[in-house]
């Protein structure tokens, strides 16, 4: 089972895709949190991606590349993977489009696009603010990301609707509800292609 989660910062993606790869058994690869952990380490790539992630930007498509086509690959092989934050932009969709027409076996099957208000999200980064002191989670960091989200990832949402993978799922709810309500439209979708 292969599966993208695309939304908003603070709509969720992190939380669901967790409990989305217990419940298919499948890996859970966070583009933002394996970023994270490189900064963390000291690699190579997390030196690079540090300032851009304390801004709020996108890193370079080729350091997220690198950092990512073996661990999609080695998933691809063991039951597959729900990925979460990548691709964020078209540029990303469209390689990573073209590498799974070339590598069977690696081509998305549905698309989750978790909905939250503005307000709402607003509310829950600010909150995880203080309980997590994320460095990209402060008011300047919140209002430049949103802007990135509108201009390079929004889209996404049409490149995944034309080829009909696209769910888009309330994610103001208990956290218990969206679940229930993403894994039945899974199960919708991957009815119907089969
Ligand atoms: P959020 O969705 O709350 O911004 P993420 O953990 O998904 O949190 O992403 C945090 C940061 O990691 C982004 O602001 C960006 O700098 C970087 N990042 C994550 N995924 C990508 C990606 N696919 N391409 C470029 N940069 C990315």
């Keep these: ?20 790869a217990a419940h298919y058994g499948i890996a859970h690869l966070s583009s933002g949190a394996l ?34 086509s073996a661990p999609v690959l080695e998933a691809a092989g063991h039951g597959g993977y729900v990925l979460d934050g990548f691709p964020r932009t078209l540029r990303q969709a469209e390689e990573a489009y073209r590498i799974a027409h070339e590598v069977a076996g690696i081509e998305l ?33 919140i209002t430049h990301r949103f802007k990135v989200f509108d201009a390079e990832t929004q889209p996404l949402l049409g490149f995944y609707a034309r080829r ?7 994610g103001d709810q208990p956290v218990q509800k969206v679940f229930a309500d993403t894994t039945a439209a899974i199960d919708r979708l991957r009815a119907g292609q089969n």
């Design 109 to 141: 099957q549905a698309v989750i696009h978790l909905t939250v208000g503005r307000d709402e999200l607003r509310n829950r980064l600010l909150a995880r603010a203080q309980r997590e002191g994320r460095i990209d989670d402060t008011e300047f960091g």
């Design 1 to 20: 089972m292969r599966l993208l989660l695309v939304a908003y910062p603070g709509a969720g993606k992190g939380t669901q895709a967790a409990k989305l």
């Design 164 to 170: 009909a993978l696209l769910v888009d799922i309330d």
């Design 35 to 68: 970023l994270r952990a490189e900064v963390t380490d000291g690699t190579k790539i997390g030196l690079i991606a540090a300032d851009y992630l304390k801004r709020g930007d996108l890193v370079p498509d080729e350091l997220v590349f690198e950092m990512l």
